[in-house]
Nanobody, 121 residues
């Protein structure tokens, strides 16, 4: 069984920075794409950033230029560096990854439990 555990959320002032981490644990053969989603109160969950196994990244328009997604395959971890945070970035942030536990057996989409980011003065 594979788990994703996020950390790094908290309270930050507008303009500040936070780094979220996502650690995969369990039976892991390899990890394909990794993604960060967020869900603000009363809103649908939205994709914020994604990174492929080869390292190509993409961002939701409001995150472009402020957020940086990265991964460390040797450690089975991913990060989301968030700069110039705005109140509208307040949300629960979720890590999501396509994890393969055995060779040639495909991938399973795994979700973390979420970490709360609050941007407020």
């Amino acid at each position: 069984q594979v788990q994703l555990v996020e950390s790094g959320g908290g309270l930050v002032q507008p303009g500040g920075s936070l780094t979220l981490s996502c650690a995969a644990a369990g039976l892991i053969y390899n990890i394909n794409s990794m993604r960060w989603y967020r869900q603000a109160p009363g809103k649908q969950r939205e994709l914020v950033a994604a990174i492929s196994k080869g390292g190509s990244s993409s961002y939701e328009p409001s995150a472009e230029g402020r957020f940086t997604i990265s991964r460390d395959d040797a450690k089975n971890t991913g990060c989301l560096q968030m700069n110039s945070l705005k109140p509208e970035d307040t949300a629960v942030y979720y890590c999501n990854a396509d994890v393969g536990s055995r060779p040639n057996r495909g991938y399973l989409a795994i979700w973390g439990q979420g970490t709360l980011v609050t941007v407020s003065s």
